[in-house]
């Protein structure tokens, strides 16, 4: 019994991941977009939202497009925490 919770635990945490990342995207996506570039996985700013692009770092490789959604997310959240617009 127990290995069948861990299972579904283990599953429910998946899911829950998959859901954040989703609702990060559709945020995300008025500040850029996440493409492929070569082997690397990297964003490129889209000028909306709030940024100044004189204050957001340049665009670093990623191993995947979920790691670059991150990467993207944690920008724009200390970002977003330096100009006093939120969190």
Do not use: F
């Amino acid at each position: 019994m127990r290995m069948i919770a861990d299972a579904i635990e283990h599953g429910l945490a998946q899911a829950n991941y998959h859901a954040d990342l989703a609702s990060k995207r559709r945020a995300l996506s008025a500040w850029g977009a996440v493409e492929r570039q070569g082997k690397a996985w990297s964003w490129h700013w889209s000028g909306l939202g709030l940024a100044l692009p004189e204050l957001l770092p340049d665009p670093v490789p990623c191993v995947s497009a979920d790691a670059a959604w991150l990467a993207m997310d944690d920008i724009v959240t200390k970002y977003v925490r330096r100009i006093g617009a939120g969190g």
